[in-house]
C-alpha cells in the first residue's frame, strides 16, 4: 500500500487512509480498521498521560500512515516514530536537496523508501528523535527487543518493559507458539510478560466479535 502512493501528496495520501480506516476487518463483527485498537493498551496510555507521562509511539508501521491511524489515540502527532519515506518536491528528479531550491509554486510528494524502523533502527531512530532513555516500554514481537534492551540499559532511572503474548485464540488471531517463545524471553530478560488470554477482561470492546479462524 505504501509503494502505491509513491508520488502523491501527502494530503491525498492521508485521505486514502482515512478511507481505509472505515473498512471492516475481516474475521470480525462490528470493528472497522481504524476502530482496531486493543481497549486495555488505550487504557494504559490514558492512564500515563494522565500522569504527566510524555508518550511516543515507535512502530514499524509507515510514519505518515500511523499519525493518521492514532488521531483518536492519546498520543501527540509529532511524537510518532515510523518507517520513513522521503519526501521531495515533485520536479526534483533525484537533484541532491542540498542543491535543490524549492520553487515558490512546489509541491511536496512521497518519495523512496528509506528505513524500516524495526530492530536497532528503532533505537536509532528514538535516540536521534528523543535524545533520551525510554523509562517504559512496551510492546509484541522480537522486532521489540532492541528498544526493550534501549531501555533497561538507563540506570538514572527505574525502568519497566511491558511484552504483549498473543495467547488469545478465542477472541483474536492468537499465535500460541510465538506466545510461548515470547514469555520464555520475558522470563530470561525480566521483562514483564501481559497475556491477551488470561489478563484482559476485553480486547476490542464486547460488541466486537470474532467471525473468522
Not at 46 to 56: E, G, Q, T, V
Not at 137 to 150: E, I, L
Not at 174 to 186: I, Q, R, Y
Amino acid at each position: 500500500m505504501y509503494y502505491l502512493y509513491s508520488n502523491s501528496t501527502p494530503e491525498e495520501y492521508e485521505t486514502y487512509i482515512e478511507k481505509y480506516m472505515q473498512k471492516s476487518v475481516e474475521g470480525f463483527q462490528n470493528l472497522k480498521i481504524g476502530e482496531a485498537y486493543y481497549l486495555p493498551m488505550v487504557e494504559v496510555l490514558s492512564y500515563l498521560r494522565a500522569n504527566d507521562f510524555k508518550i511516543f509511539l515507535v512502530s514499524g508501521a509507515d510514519r505518515q500512515y500511523t499519525r493518521v491511524m492514532v488521531e483518536i489515540l492519546p498520543v501527540d502527532s509529532d511524537n510518532i516514530i515510523g518507517t520513513d519515506y522521503r519526501y521531495v518536491e515533485e520536479n526534483q528528479q533525484g537533484k541532491d536537496g542540498m542543491e535543490y531550491v524549492f520553487p515558490s509554486d512546489g509541491k511536496v510528494v512521497r518519495g523512496e523508501f528509506e528505513v524500516k524502523n524495526i530492530n536497532m533502527n528503532k533505537v536509532s531512530a528514538m535516540a536521534k528523535e528523543i535524545g533520551k532513555h525510554p523509562v517504559l516500554a512496551f510492546g509484541n514481537s522480537s522486532g521489540d527487543f532492541s528498544m526493550y534492551n534501549y531501555t533497561t540499559a538507563n540506570t538514572k532511572y527505574k525502568t519497566m518493559v511491558f511484552s504483549l503474548l498473543a495467547d488469545d485464540i478465542e477472541r483474536e488471531f492468537g499465535k500460541p507458539v510465538s506466545a510461548e517463545k515470547m514469555l520464555k524471553n520475558c522470563e530470561k530478560n525480566g521483562w514483564i510478560p501481559i497475556s491477551m488470554r488470561d489478563d484482559w477482561r476485553t480486547i476490542y470492546g464486547d460488541n466486537v466479535k470474532k467471525t473468522g479462524e
